[in-house]
């Protein structure tokens, strides 16, 4: 459930799909919140989202400083443009050391 203090965007969604919120993307990962809530994905928080490892990388790459670039998605500890930038899966903590031995930045 997405909420912001007391607002559930999925919620207010559901009752009026023509509301503002629809067509923003509040967690910057590049899905609009009307997407996030029909696909069951959360509207608040980047790594919540429907792309593949592929999409990511093409998404981030575009967007270096979205919330999802600088978002470790698979909590490997190497935020997700690093791993995108040197080879590495977003969504697979296991390739974070050899991401960490390649990252020149």
């Keep these: ?27 910057g990962d590049g899905q609009t919140n009307a997407t996030e809530c029909t696909n069951g994905t959360d509207p608040l928080d980047p790594c919540s989202n429907s792309y593949t490892s592929a999409e990511i990388c093409t998404y981030v790459l575009a967007n270096q400083t979205s919330p999802l670039a600088i978002a470790d998605c698979d909590n490997g500890g190497i935020i997700n443009i690093i791993e995108c930038e040197n080879g590495g899966d977003p969504l697979d903590p296991a390739d974070d050391c050899a991401v960490a031995k390649t990252d020149t930045t």
């Design 1 to 27: 459930v997405a909420k912001t203090d007391t607002t559930d965007i999925c919620a207010i969604l559901a009752l009026n799909a023509n509301s503002p919120l629809a067509a923003l993307d509040c967690d």
